[in-house]
């Protein structure tokens, strides 16, 4: 079966630290991948997404993420974290599981990330 | 744009007794989904539609719960009867899917369920 997996469940971090949050994907055919952010309290929202083009994707909040297909790796990072940045990440793919089919969203676990300030 | 809407956001059943939640998808989305995310998951894809029809329900547990999307835009999600089990937070995404794909999926808020 196909699946996500994030490395790491919790993350914390101080303000102005980097971050870098791991990403990997068993499929090994055509994918579309894409990093949700869920602030406390709030809904699910896309942070940034890949499709096709240049494998550096930059997304809100200065996040951004690079596709290494050799890898099957989308890891998300960020130079230097605020204390706003206290939220839970989610790493997904959409895979074209057949030529037939349609494309299903498939999802990681999850990190928590905790900024302290 | 208003953005997805789900209703209720909060819901506390005993068990055995049904419960209903209710989404409106972004206007002129067709594509509407209901996931259901337990505490320390990702989201569990329950059932997908396009329009009205119902293209991918493997994961829904056809002898409790059921959905429908009539007219294609509002949706409802049924549990009936409710087990302690399907305590979790259920999410309602839309999206705008013609031929090709991929897509953005948009998500509500959610509502969250306690069984007891």
């Known amino acids: 079966a196909q699946s996500v997996s994030q490395h790491n469940h919790h993350v914390i971090l101080s303000e102005a630290a980097s971050l870098e949050l791991g990403c990997n994907y068993s499929?090994?055919?055509?994918?579309?991948l894409f990093w949700y952010v869920q602030y406390p309290g709030q809904h699910l929202q896309l942070l940034l997404k890949?499709?096709?083009?240049d494998p550096l994707v930059k997304g809100i909040k200065g996040f951004e993420a690079e596709f290494i297909k050799s890898k099957f790796s989308f890891n998300l990072r960020k130079p230097s974290v605020q204390w706003s940045d206290t939220a839970e990440y989610f790493c997904?793919?959409?895979?074209?599981?057949?030529?037939?089919?349609?494309?299903?969203?498939?999802w990681g676990a999850g990190t928590k990330l905790i900024i302290k300030p | 744009e208003a953005g997805v809407v789900q209703s209720p956001r909060y819901k506390i059943i005993e068990k055995k007794q049904p419960v209903a939640f209710w989404c409106n998808p972004i206007?002129?989305?067709?594509?509407l989904y209901w996931y259901r995310q337990n505490l320390g998951q990702g989201p569990e894809l329950l059932i997908r539609?396009?329009?009205?029809?119902?293209?991918?329900d493997s994961q829904l547990p056809k002898d409790r719960f059921s959905a429908e999307r009539l007219k294609g835009v509002d949706s409802t999600l049924k549990i009936q009867p409710a087990e302690l089990g399907d305590s979790a937070v259920y999410l309602c995404?839309?999206?705008?899917?013609?031929?090709?794909?991929?897509?953005?999926?948009?998500f509500g808020p959610g509502t969250r369920l306690t069984v007891t």
């Open positions: 995404a839309s999206s705008l899917e013609s031929t090709g794909g991929p897509y953005e999926q948009y």
């Open positions: 206007s002129g989305h067709n594509t």
């Open positions: 539609y396009e329009n009205e029809e119902a293209v991918d």
């Open positions: 499929y090994g055919g055509t994918v579309n």
């Open positions: 890949y499709f096709s083009g």
């Open positions: 997904a793919v959409n895979a074209l599981i057949s030529p037939d089919s349609n494309y299903q969203l498939i």
